[in-house]
């Protein structure tokens, strides 16, 4: 059982910068994939970006590629999610997510779930 706790969201206007945390509970933080997702209103669930168990391997959706940066930090059981350039078209509830195989993209996929941080970017 992994529980996940997301935290940095705000409102911030565009071109503005933001870093979300993400921090799991146990002891096995390092066997599972993270992914960050985002859910605007009335659109889908999707995957913004993913990070391997070590941080080798990393995912962007197009969408971001340039602009976020996905990190952990093994030691501390945290998942970052740096964000440049916020656009308003990336305002959405980010949720972090654990799953143990790389790559999926598909929520459906992940195990765990945080309980999500709201990001608003104002133009």
Excluded at 14 to 36: K, N, P, Q
Excluded at 45 to 74: P, Q
Aim: hydrophobic fraction near 35%; charge should be neutral.
């Amino acid at each position: 059982q992994v529980q996940l706790v997301e935290s940095g969201g705000g409102l911030v206007q565009t071109g503005d910068s933001l870093r979300l945390s993400c921090a799991a509970s146990g002891r096995t933080f390092s066997s599972y994939v993270m992914g960050w997702f985002r859910q605007a209103p009335g659109k889908e669930r999707e995957i913004v970006a993913a990070i391997s168990w070590t941080g080798g391997n990393t995912y962007y959706a197009d969408s971001v590629k340039g602009r976020f940066t996905i990190s952990r930090d093994n030691a501390k059981n945290t998942v970052y999610l740096q964000m440049n350039s916020l656009k308003p078209e990336d305002t959405a509830v980010y949720y972090c997510a654990a799953d143990h195989t790389w790559l999926n993209v598909a929520p459906s996929a992940y195990i765990y779930w945080g309980q999500g941080t709201q990001v608003t970017v104002s133009s």
